[in-house]
């Protein structure tokens, strides 16, 4: 290598650190790498309803969407942490409440307006499978989605094992005609998703509810209150998921989308509509098992009040004849010099035989009157 090339080498090495240095001083921070972060799970570019090749960095999407018509970009995030967060929201001009509250996850569904951005909060559920109900036994597991909708672009942050929106996307993208009304259709999806996922836990829930009824209402009774209270638990954590949901949906059939920035496009509003419809028969369902659920809770507590009932009557006749021997052994353990049929011969004889026959008839009394 000459001299010339070594001194080639050494300038670029120069002047990349010197622009390095430039950028910490001007804007405080290095450029960030433009690669896609962890948290992402997918970014695409749709045009017309259908998706542009390639998975880009959503900056350069967004970008490429605002340049382009009838395009938005649909950036979808797992957990995100802070800094990630951060820089989406700089690149997509997210509000700082917004932020703040895309890094927590247990938020209310809710439907929110910051300026041009729209913000949906849904609640994801999940079936837990499990052998047998027990005290500690997980049925429905739950998380979040937060849907950010703009002007050309819709960003989706979930938190929580559960609601998994890869299908989402493949769905939707399969139906072109839907997807080109915008960032809205995104919305629809995750929307229609999350109700028949409701509608899906809520049938598994229902076959819980009837071994629980059927274990409570057996001859044997072999339901422990124990179990149906972990059951009740977890179908009041459902119920909060799905029922908080109707306000928001309401708020958006009702808001005016005529140019599609308020709420959702008039092309749209039908299949909102249906989604409402799906939900009020979820709710009604969970509200029902929440309810069944209560009477069964009430069933049992009153058959263990019958059953200790029982128990404390056949306590009680069995101590009532154990204390008629006790009497009548405790009168001839007196040691008096005059009582009857002590010098009798066949006395002792007599006493068991009075204590047998005292016994006898009580627990015939006890067994007739169905205490024994």
């Given amino acids: 290598m000459d001299q010339r090339a070594v001194r080639d080498r050494a300038g670029r090495g120069v002047r990349a650190l010197a622009r390095r240095l430039l950028g910490r001083v001007e804007g405080g921070s290095p450029t960030p790498r433009r690669s896609n972060p962890d948290a992402v799970v997918d970014c695409a570019v749709y045009v017309n309803g259908r998706r542009e090749p390639g998975r880009p960095h959503y900056a350069d999407a967004y970008a490429h969407a605002r340049r382009g018509r009838d395009a938005f970009v649909w950036l979808g995030l797992h957990e995100p942490g802070p800094a990630v967060l951060a820089a989406v929201g700089r690149t997509f001009g997210l509000d700082e409440l917004i932020v703040e509250q895309a890094l927590t996850d247990g938020h209310r569904p809710t439907v929110?307006?910051?300026?041009?951005?729209?913000?949906?909060?849904?609640?994801?559920?999940?079936?837990?499978?499990?052998?047998?109900?027990?005290?500690?036994?997980?049925?429905?597991?739950?998380?979040?989605?937060?849907?950010?909708?703009?002007?050309?672009?819709?960003?989706?942050?979930?938190?929580?094992a559960t609601g998994a929106l890869r299908s989402v996307r493949a769905d939707i993208e399969r139906r072109p005609a839907l997807?080109?009304?915008?960032p809205w259709a995104v919305a629809y999806a995750v929307c229609a998703r999350m109700v028949d996922t409701y509608l899906e836990v809520a049938g598994h829930v229902e076959r819980d509810l009837e071994r629980v009824e059927e274990a409570v209402f057996a001859r044997d009774r072999s339901a422990d209150i124990q179990h149906i209270y972990q059951?009740?638990?977890?179908?009041?954590?459902?119920?909060?998921?799905?029922?908080?949901?109707?306000?928001?949906m309401r708020t958006l059939l009702d808001t005016d989308g005529s140019d599609g920035s308020d709420g959702p496009p008039r092309t749209l509003h039908r299949w909102f509509v249906d989604v409402d419809g799906r939900l009020s028969r979820a709710v009604d369902r969970v509200a029902a098992y929440d309810d069944l659920l209560t009477s069964i809770v009430q069933s049992r507590l009153a058959q263990l009040a019958v059953e200790q009932n029982n128990d404390m009557r056949k306590i009680a006749a069995w101590a009532a004849i154990a204390a008629t021997q006790t009497?009548?052994?405790?009168?001839?353990g007196m040691n008096f010099d005059h009582m009857p049929e002590l010098a009798w011969r066949y006395g002792y004889a007599g006493a068991v035989a009075l204590m047998a026959l005292a016994a006898l008839a009580l627990y015939r009394l006890f067994r007739r009157s169905g205490w024994l």
């Fill in 112 to 160: 929110q307006r910051h300026g041009p951005v729209t913000v949906l909060v849904l609640r994801t559920a999940g079936y837990v499978e499990h052998d047998e109900l027990t005290d500690t036994s997980e049925v429905i597991d739950t998380g979040d989605v937060m849907v950010l909708l703009g002007n050309r672009f819709a960003i989706t942050v979930r938190h929580g």
């Fill in 179 to 182: 997807l080109a009304a915008g």
């Fill in 231 to 248: 059951l009740k638990r977890e179908v009041v954590e459902f119920k909060r998921a799905v029922l908080p949901l109707q306000a928001p």
């Fill in 327 to 332: 009497g009548i052994a405790g009168i001839y």
